[in-house]
């Protein structure tokens, strides 16, 4: 816990949150529907969708700057849904750094605690304090036009630090910075919540960034939560097809089930496939989607007279790419669907296997691997 000189509310930074059945609409188009989200206490949550899915209008409403149509916002067990935002005791980072380009960044980070009336002394002793957390106690007197994107976007971190929030919300706070910054400003966020131990609500729509900074993650699409939990658990069980798609790379197929048993039997148009894990509710006669993750596929050189079976597909060879450790090949079966791998490279491997565009191949995986969900795409 930060060291300070002052005393700070014991629910300083580390307030629990709950958005309860909230729904709100603009004129008609609903941003959220019947949304629920349970954050700890404590905990650095991503709220992770596409753009318009209504991230930002969820962190709205947390910080008060909106009201929900339906449902109750809560912090720290307490109903907050008719709490104005001055009395809530949360604050936000943005993409835009916002500083006040004639104060000094001590004065930027001051700024709150003096809205609050806290002396000249002791605000500034409350801003060296962040100041040192985000490692910027050398450029206090500087001012924000002096300093790179990344600095500017650490002294907006410790500014909305400064007033002890009870929760933190960043919206797409490294959305600016290129990516070597962002890599680095990602590693700065999760030391200072660390070190803060507080509740972070992290709003992105860049699963890269989701998956290396968040405890928890929270998948929308569309106003509501597709799926809640540990980035391994959404990566390894995703709760649907769309929430696999979006969180990293998944072949996908459609497929008629045949039958039901331990496994999913079903038939594809390039042949049979045989998936270990399938949607309680899948029954035989329905239409599913198959899902297959890249580094669980892959691409083989086919004998001449191999035949195709169960989870071994007859494809030919589009292209192999070696990307630093890892290769990466692509095959396409005679249906026309696309089906890529990855591969760790191993030392002295040939780039290409001796394989060459065109080749004959075959795609094939473990059941195991393969997982069958409900065709409700467009549902
Ligand atoms: P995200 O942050 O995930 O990109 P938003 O929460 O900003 O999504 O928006 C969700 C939906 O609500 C979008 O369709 C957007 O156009 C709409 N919306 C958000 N804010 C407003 C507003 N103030 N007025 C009208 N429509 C809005
Ligand atoms: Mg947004």
């Not at 409403?61 to 935002?85: H, K, N, S, Y």
């Not at 039901?260 to 038939?267: E, F, N, Q, Y």
Request: glycine residues 8%; proline residues 6%.
């Amino acid at each position: 816990m930060l060291m300070m000189p002052l005393p700070v509310p014991q629910s300083a930074y580390q307030s629990r949150v709950s958005l309860n059945e909230v729904s709100k609409s603009y004129g008609g188009r609903r941003a959220l529907r019947e949304f629920s989200l349970d954050v700890a206490a404590g905990e650095f949550l991503a709220v992770l969708g596409p753009s318009g899915s209504g991230k930002t209008t969820a962190l709205r409403l947390i910080a008060g700057l909106e009201t929900p149509d339906e449902g109750q916002v809560f912090i720290e067990g307490r109903d907050v849904t008719c709490v104005p935002a001055e009395q809530r005791d949360v604050n936000t980072v943005f993409q835009s750094y916002a500083l006040f380009p004639h104060l000094n960044v001590l004065d930027n980070v001051a700024y709150g605690p003096r809205m609050r009336g806290l002396s000249r002394k002791a605000r500034h002793a409350r801003a060296y304090d962040l100041l040192e957390l985000v490692r910027l106690s050398d450029a206090a007197m500087r001012r924000p036009h002096e300093l790179s994107g990344g600095m500017q976007q650490r002294v907006a971190l410790a500014r909305a630090l400064a007033n002890a929030p009870a929760v933190l919300l960043l919206d797409e706070p490294l959305g600016a910075l290129d990516r070597k910054l962002r890599c680095e400003m990602q590693r700065e966020l999760r030391r200072v919540h660390s070190e803060l131990a507080g509740t972070f609500i992290y709003v992105t729509h860049d699963q890269e960034e989701a998956f290396a900074m968040a405890d928890r993650l929270a998948v929308m699409r569309e106003g509501r939560i597709e799926q809640v939990g540990s980035p391994a658990e959404i990566y390894d069980r995703p709760a649907n097809a769309w929430v696999a798609r979006f969180v990293g790379g998944a072949n996908m197929l459609r497929a008629h089930v045949d039958r039901i048993g331990r496994s999913a039997m079903l038939t594809s148009r390039p042949g049979l496939i045989e998936a270990g894990y399938f949607d309680e509710d899948l029954m035989s006669g329905d239409t599913a989607l198959v899902v297959i993750r890249p580094e669980a596929t892959r691409i083989e050189r086919s004998g001449p007279t191999a035949l195709t079976r169960t989870n071994r597909l007859a494809a030919r060879l589009l292209h192999v790419v070696t990307a630093g450790p890892s290769r990466r090949l692509s095959a396409v079966t005679a249906d026309g669907s696309v089906f890529d791998s990855i591969e760790a490279r191993k030392p002295g491997m040939s780039p290409s296997h001796g394989l060459a565009p065109g080749n004959p191949v075959f795609i094939t995986f473990d059941a195991g691997s393969v997982r069958a969900y409900r065709d409700d795409w467009f549902a």
